[in-house]
C-alpha cells in the first residue's frame, strides 16, 4: 500500500506544480505567507538563555535556516546549535482564524502532542503565543516576537508574560544576521 500511495504521489507531482513551487511562495498561498519571505534563506545567529535562577547563559552560535515547502503554502525553519539540541517547526496559516499556527518539534525528544504557538504579523513584528503557567502556577503565555526583521536577518525574543501582558519576563533571546550580510 506505501508502494502505491508513494507512486501516486510521484505521479501527482510530476503531472501538477508541485516542482514549480518548491522552496518559493505558491501563487495561491495566503497573502500571510509573504510574512516570512524577509527571513527565507540561512542565518548565522547568537542565542542566550536564561538560567533557573534568573541569570544568564553564554552566549552560544547556532545555524537557523528557513524555506518554504508543502508547495509554497507553508513554512519551515531548522536550527543547527553547537550542543545537538536541533530543532524544527512547520508554520502554516489558517485564513479563518487569520493566523499563523506554528508547531515546534526537538530532536532532544519525541512529543505526542508537539507544542503549538498561533498568531500573526503585528506592524513589523510578528508575535506567537501559546498558553502557559508561570512555575508559581500563575496563569499566562510564552510570548515569542521576531522582530527588526529584514533581508539581513532578525531578532527573536521568548519571554513568559501574564494574560494583560503587565508582567513580561525574557527567558531566552536570539539575534541573527543572513549569512554573507
Known amino acids: 500500500m506505501k508502494y502505491i500511495i508513494g507512486i501516486l ?3 501527482l507531482c510530476f ?3 508541485c516542482q514549480d513551487y ?3 511562495v505558491h501563487p495561491d498561498a495566503p497573502g500571510a505567507a509573504s510574512d516570512w519571505q524577509p527571513l527565507i534563506g540561512t542565518c548565522t545567529c547568537n542565542s542566550v538563555q536564561r538560567n533557573p ?3 544568564w547563559q553564554d552566549t552560544t552560535e547556532l545555524s537557523w535556516e528557513w ?3 508543502m508547495e509554497g503554502k507553508a513554512v519551515q525553519d531548522i536550527t543547527i546549535k553547537g ?3 536541533h530543532t524544527t517547526s512547520i508554520r502554516q496559516y489558517h485564513p479563518d482564524s487569520s493566523q499563523w499556527y506554528v508547531t515546534f518539534f526537538s530532536a532532544n525528544g519525541i512529543a505526542t502532542s508537539p507544542p503549538t504557538w498561533a498568531g500573526g504579523k503585528v506592524e ?4 506567537l503565543y501559546k498558553d502557559q503557567k508561570a512555575p508559581n502556577g500563575m496563569e499566562g503565555f510564552y510570548k515569542i516576537t521576531f522582530s527588526n526583521i529584514s533581508d539581513n536577518g532578525f531578532d527573536w525574543l521568548g519571554e513568559w508574560i501574564n494574560p494583560d501582558e503587565s508582567i513580561r519576563y525574557p527567558t531566552w533571546k536570539i ?3 543572513k549569512e554573507g550580510q
Open 9 to 11: 504521489f510521484i505521479f
Open 15 to 17: 503531472t501538477t506544480d
Open 22 to 24: 518548491y522552496g518559493k
Open 53 to 55: 535562577d534568573g541569570t
Open 67 to 69: 524555506k518554504y515547502i
Open 83 to 85: 550542543d545537538g539540541n
Open 124 to 127: 513589523n513584528d510578528i508575535i
Open 175 to 177: 539575534f541573527c544576521r
